[in-house]
């Protein structure tokens, strides 16, 4: 007997009884849906981190040099130096001072606006476009220039989009904007990465509370040796210190591994969670095709008695159990999608961040496979017995 | 001599009731040719249903061999009982035992879904099978909207489908009225003069008076085995028994 003919067997025998089809299917399609939710809201939210990473770049390190006691610190050209003795591993540098000083614009003051005094590379490490004007350019650093690169929001906030030649105060300095950085997200708001101003660092660095630079950050030509280059710069900076507290390195893909390896941990575990629904549906769908055999004796022992060889017996009911489970399989994907959905709108709403709950092909598949090996293997047993009925008992049973 | 088609040689069936064993058939021999139309009848408990299980390759003897066509049914394992029930015997049952989800054309095409035959000569021959039976308008219905009578032709027409070299009847008129009776023994009749082999089992002896050849059952033994229109088939041989006695 062909597999096609068990299986149009198999389906006329699911349609005939829907209701309690369905009933024994539910934990598959419980099952299978939590599985893909949950794969799927992690997969979001590694997206979700990513892309916040992605941002900060991958190809990033950040040196921060907190110096052993007031003794020692190290200068500018000293970071340069590492960047320039290894041309091969590091692609820009820039110092990065952040002033948490009152910005004044005529009479109001932003209160949310990042202050942050950089080098003439900064924009070129970090992909950040001039919409209008120029950036900081390295006689800015050099000649320590009152020059400032604001960002879209408070150029159309308190410009009217036209701010080149107008000033701003930082603290007690006034500033001279002489350019405008393109937005960098879709939603220009106050205290987002659009309510900026960057000035040159050597600027920053005088006008700051401490007078020091403690922050350098590092661009990598290849984002694959964030180890490598991590290593570089801590052997150089231990040369200069002779103590590893006086200094940390931070890698930003270090950090998206981490969290990325948490992430994955954490929907692991509840997708095992999950699965173990998976297993109570199998077993759902072994307690009603044993009532199915059970049910079916005289049937099986008519089959056999018209000549129905064991395996055709077993086959039957195996691919019976196989399309409930794969059928309840499906539906658990369909369900899935939908409630993936719904919560990518949920969260988006209550959270107010955009976490896109995206079910994997992969967990898609998986759980298919799963449920309908979970059907053939849990529908072994009943149709083992089916198939081994004796036809004479099979026939006088009622 | 032509080889029987259904040779019973010292043919013991036992049953072990606990500490009781049962003989439901003891040293049981007969042969049976290619188109014979034979009754097996006997009281309730006579072994009937036993010579029935072991013709129709449903069960095996404890002893003694079964010879279908030449073949040793007794040395069979369940695969090759399976095909020769397929491919050599059509069973009418008492409760006709059709499957009531399934269609007319549907249950007479069982036998030829696990003979392997392809679906569309298979649904060709279910149809004429049952156009034989007098149902070929019926081919859609289910078994529950048809009278027992209809029923039992529809459960004949499955049993012939497969052309097989003996049909086996274990009280094919049991649940009928006298009327659709006779139109069943007719039909059974009809498949016998068509060239069939008809094996029919019945405690009535109007009934197997039908046949042409006796074979009366008594405590697992064979009384008599002959033809139907002897005196000696009717009435019960008791003092002359060949056997039987307790
Ligand atoms: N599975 C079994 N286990 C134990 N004893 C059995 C079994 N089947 C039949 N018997 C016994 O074997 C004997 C013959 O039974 P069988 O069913 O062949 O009789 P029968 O002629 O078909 O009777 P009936 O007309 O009532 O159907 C009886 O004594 C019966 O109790
Ligand atoms: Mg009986």
Known sequence: MKLSESFSLAIRTI???????????LGIIIGVMAVIVIVGLGNGMQNYIRESFADLGTNTLTAMVMGRGSSRSVSVDQMYEIASDHADKFDALSPTVSLSDTVRIGDKTPDETTVTGVSEDYFGMKDYEISSGRGIWYS???????????????????????????????????????????AETDDVD??????????PYSTAARISYTGTITSFTYTLKDENEAETG????????????EDSNAYTVISNSEILDTMNSMVNMIIYVLAGIAAISLVVGGIGIMNIMLVSVTERTQEIGIRKALGAKERYIMQQFVME???????????????????????????????????????TMGAVALAFGVSAGIGIAFGYLPAKKAAQLNPIDALHYD | M???????????????????????????????????????????????????????????PTSGNYLLNG??????????????????????????????????????????????????????????????????????????QLSGGQQQRVSIARALVGRPAVILADEPTGALDSRTSREVLQMLKDVHAAGNTVVLITHDNSIAMQAQRIIRLEDGCVVYDGDAHEPEAVVQPRAAGTGGNP
């Open chain 1, 15 to 25: 349609v005939s009884r829907k209701m309690r089809t369905f009933l024994t299917m």
């Open chain 1, 140 to 182: 800015d650093v050099m000649g320590r220039g009152k020059v400032c690169v604001i960002g879209e929001y408070l150029a159309n906030t308190y410009f009217d989009g036209s701010p080149i030649g107008q000033t701003l105060r930082i603290g007690a300095n006034r500033f001279t904007i002489v350019g405008v950085m393109a």
């Open chain 2, 2 to 60: 032509e080889q029987a088609l259904i040779e019973f040689q010292n043919v013991c069936k036992t049953y072990v009731m606990g500490d009781a064993t049962v003989r439901a058939a003891d040293q049981i021999s007969f042969q049976i040719g290619r188109g014979e139309f034979v009754a097996i009848v006997g009281k309730s408990g006579s072994g009937k249903s036993t010579c029935m299980n072991i013709i129709g390759c449903l069960d095996i």
């Open chain 1, 190 to 199: 106050e205290g987002g990465t659009d309510d900026c101003i960057f000035l």
């Open chain 1, 321 to 359: 159990a196989a399309t409930t489970s794969a059928l309840g399989g499906a539906l658990g994907i369909a369900g899935g999608y939908l409630v993936s959905a719904v919560a990518t709108k949920v969260i988006t709403a209550v959270l107010d961040t955009a976490i896109t709950v995206a079910p």
């Open chain 2, 71 to 144: 073949h040793n049914v007794g040395q069979m394992n369940k695969n090759e009982l399976a095909a020769i029930r397929n491919k050599m015997l059509g069973f009418v049952f008492q409760q006709y035992n059709l499957l009531p989800k399934l269609s007319l054309l549907e249950n007479v095409e069982i036998p030829l879904m696990y003979a392997g035959v392809a679906r569309e000569e298979r649904k060709q021959r279910a149809k004429t099978a049952l156009e034989q039976v007098g149902l070929g308008d019926k081919l859609r219905n289910r078994p529950n």
């Open chain 1, 230 to 241: 991590k290593t570089i710069i801590e052997n150089a900076l231990y040369l200069i210190f």
